[in-house]
């Protein structure tokens, strides 16, 4: 069936290093991927989103690569600072209005 | 912009009880869908609507209605309440794009059933 899975479900990291969040899909025919960041108490917020005809999407010291080959989404926060302590959910668009979302990743980060 | 509001915050009911969601974007988003999330899992689709009166369902539709009578407003009915039903429920609302979308949430309602 169609999932979103994450590798990981928290991460440790310490201020200032580079953060790597993990996402295995299963939907072949998803051509849209999100992420979102969700503090505590909070709704999810738009992150960063990339198309299925790229492989390689950058922000704001925010990257998300997409590997289709093996069903694989990363995203990677560069000099990872507190204020980025939150719960990271990556989502896929199957097509048409559904929005399937993964468990999510908490991320910590130790100053 | 306020972008999308949930009202009430926080809500206990008892089991058997009904009660109304509300949810309201002033952004014209013609997309609007109802999640819940519970513990160690994802956001999953209860109901979404594409636009004035229209409406469908989602992965985890049971136990629940909505309606879609103006473009800014998205209730969400709980018809008779269970434990089941406990959980955190955002409501968000997007612009209807050909490739997917990106979806603006509120800040949820945290609803407990006892």
């Known amino acids: 069936g169609e999932s ?3 590798h990981l479900p928290t991460l440790s990291v310490q201020e200032g290093d580079n953060s790597i ?5 299963s939907n072949s025919a998803s051509d849209y991927f999100i992420w979102y960041k969700q503090e505590s108490g909070k709704g999810p917020q738009f992150i960063i989103d990339i198309r299925s005809n790229m492989d390689k999407r950058q922000g704001q010291r925010v990257t998300v690569l997409l590997n289709k080959t093996v069903k694989h989404l990363s995203l990677q ?4 600072q507190p204020g980025d302590s939150a719960v990271y959910f990556c989502a896929e668009n199957p097509g048409g209005f559904k929005t399937i979302f993964g468990a999510g990743t908490r991320l910590f980060v130790k100053a | 912009n306020a972008g999308v509001t949930q009202t009430p915050k926080f809500q206990v009911l008892k089991t058997g009880q009904s009660m109304t969601l509300q949810c309201a974007q002033d952004m014209n988003h013609e ?3 109802w ?4 513990p160690g899992m994802g956001l999953r689709l209860i109901h979404y609507s594409v636009g004035a009166g229209i409406t469908d369902q989602g992965e985890v539709p049971n136990g629940y209605n909505v309606s879609r009578s103006t473009t ?8 008779s309440a269970a434990p089941s039903q406990t959980s955190v ?10 490739l997917g979308t990106e979806a603006f949430f509120g ?6 059933v006892v």
């Open chain 2, 72 to 79: 800014e407003d998205f209730p969400l009915r709980l018809l």
């Open chain 2, 31 to 33: 997309y609007m869908s």
């Open chain 2, 89 to 98: 429920y955002f409501c968000a609302s997007s612009l209807v794009r050909g």
């Open chain 1, 21 to 25: 969040i993990n996402c295995a899909y």
């Open chain 1, 4 to 6: 979103v899975g994450l």
């Open chain 2, 35 to 38: 999640y819940r999330q519970d």
């Open chain 1, 77 to 80: 926060i560069a000099a990872t």
């Open chain 2, 107 to 112: 800040q949820g309602t945290r609803l407990t």
